[in-house]
């Protein structure tokens, strides 16, 4: 018996849609398909199969080695793989063992910018048939399953910014390498500061309408394409989608945007606030919402006026309460801390206001009570979306299992009196360090391995000399 059917790692779903997938190469088209699986960050790996391998790696996986999730933002590698454990006490993972990538065929699509190139998500697990316990989208769906359980599915948006440029100079001299390389040289598409503008959208079109088919022909559901307001900066808008999928979107869509950007002379930058001058951060707010298994309605839809119900005040006030930890997930880099300032539209403190874009947690109700949502506005757009929603799963769940209520909304909310949000990533993992909830539902194991691997990034940030160093210090002392 194949690997798969031995463990039964599929559900009848993804038998069928296995069946299709092999169909659909037997059809001729499709050369090679590449198996892609999700690491800590968010960043998509895998490997290129030729097309007549795929049907091997539909019965037994494609082995890969388990160090892929054992690096940080620099590609190093940051245990002692070959120690005992790995240093992380399992066994598996010693000396760079491999782990199994299971693929799911109801991810299965064609990329139309890589001519006879087919695409399938990827599951983690160890040679035993077992989950690894470091894999984000593991640990997100059991999040989902611990909502179903209660009787709800999760619904959430995506509202996604990000910087579209031109490719001036790719820097890939020999002395450019390096962990990180230098990052390419670019120049604007426009200079900015005329939000939502037709004049400056207009400028960016070439790229983004060939974005907008190439994510249309992938089943992506785009709504809008915005500029915003920083210069080159602009905004795609997706449909709601149920349970896993807004998170395999928007990892497929961070990934094939980069890809189409640089195959056409473009750059695309999911990074929160770039080194430039003039420029604004770039946010990701999420949308979310439960939908009743019962009876389809929207849970947090309220009655007779009110703007949440006592399911969606629940949910909001777990999640207000679990900012502070959550932000290592929502804001996961040194970076993204940059954003969180006062009168920015990006939020410093944990408050919520009925349809206040400088809270926290915006709820928005609109002129239809079945589209009401809370919508968070601290991610930024490089969080790994599988570790972002399951943060909002637990925190909001706790706050249902504990049926708490939340302050009243805020007209102010740079003003209020509210926890303020961390500062930096090393306070949102000490916060993390310590947070119940959490370390309940993603295991001990799963939060030390998560800090170890931010914090290596930390140390090698604190040991830069920078430029505002050098500028503060060098003449005056």
Not at 180 to 194: F, I, K, W
Not at 371 to 377: K, S
Not at 421 to 436: C, F, G, R, V
Request: charged share 20%; proline share 6%; with cysteine.
């Amino acid at each position: 018996m194949s690997f798969i059917g031995r463990h039964r790692l599929w559900d009848p779903a993804q038998e069928d849609a296995a069946k299709d997938v092999q169909a659909r190469i037997d059809a001729g088209g499709i050369d090679t398909v590449r198996l892609s699986f999700p690491d800590l960050h968010g960043v998509l790996r895998g490997k290129i199969m030729a097309a007549d391998a795929v049907p091997g790696a539909l019965r037994n996986g494609v082995a890969i080695t388990s160090t892929l999730l054992l690096k940080d933002t620099s590609q190093r590698t940051v245990v002692p793989v070959f120690s005992a454990g790995a240093g992380l006490g399992l066994t598996q993972l010693q000396g760079g063992a491999d782990m199994i990538m299971v693929p799911d065929p109801t991810t299965f699509r064609t990329l139309p910018w890589a001519g006879g190139a087919g695409w399938m998500l990827c599951d983690l697990y160890f040679n035993d048939g077992s989950k690894v316990p470091f894999s984000p989208r593991h640990l997100c769906r059991d999040q989902l399953a611990a909502l179903g359980a209660l009787g709800y599915d999760y619904v959430s948006g995506l509202e996604v910014e990000f910087y579209l440029t031109r490719v001036l100079d790719p820097n890939l001299a020999l002395s450019d390498s390096g962990q990180p390389g230098t990052p390419p040289d670019v120049a604007l598409l426009h200079h900015g500061h005329a939000y939502l503008s037709e004049q400056r959208f207009d400028q960016i079109e070439p790229i983004v309408d060939i974005l907008r088919r190439d994510l249309k022909a992938l089943g992506l559901g785009v709504q809008s394409m915005e500029v915003e307001f920083g210069p080159s900066q602009c905004e795609f808008v997706f449909r709601p989608e149920i349970g896993l999928k807004s998170a395999d979107d928007m990892v497929l869509f961070r990934s094939a945007t980069k890809q189409i950007c640089r195959r056409h002379g473009y750059h695309a930058s999911f990074m929160c606030r770039p080194k430039w001058p003039n420029v604004a951060s770039s946010g990701w707010h999420l949308h979310q919402s439960l939908t009743s298994r019962a009876d389809g309605s929207n849970a947090f839809a309220g009655a007779d006026g009110e703007a949440l119900s006592p399911t969606g005040r629940h949910f909001l006030a777990g999640l207000l309460n679990g900012a502070g930890a959550a932000a290592a997930f929502t804001t996961p880099t040194i970076n993204g801390y940059r954003r969180y300032r006062q009168n920015s539209l990006a939020p410093d403190r944990a408050a919520w206001g009925l349809d206040n874009r400088g809270a926290l947690l915006r709820v928005i109700r609109g002129v239809d009570p079945g589209a009401t949502r809370i919508e968070n506005r601290a991610g930024e757009p490089a969080a790994n979306p599988y570790l972002y929603l399951a943060s909002q799963l637990v925190t909001g769940m706790a706050g249902m299992k504990a049926a708490i209520d939340p302050p009243p909304p805020e007209d102010a909310p740079y003003q209020a009196e509210r926890p303020l949000l961390p500062k930096s990533l090393d306070e949102a993992l000490a916060n993390l360090d310590q947070d119940i909830d959490l370390r309940r539902a993603f295991g001990d194991r799963f939060v030390d391995y998560f800090i170890l691997i931010k914090q290596h990034e930390l140390s090698r940030f604190n040991a830069e000399v920078t430029d505002w160093e050098h500028k503060e210090y060098f003449d005056l002392f």
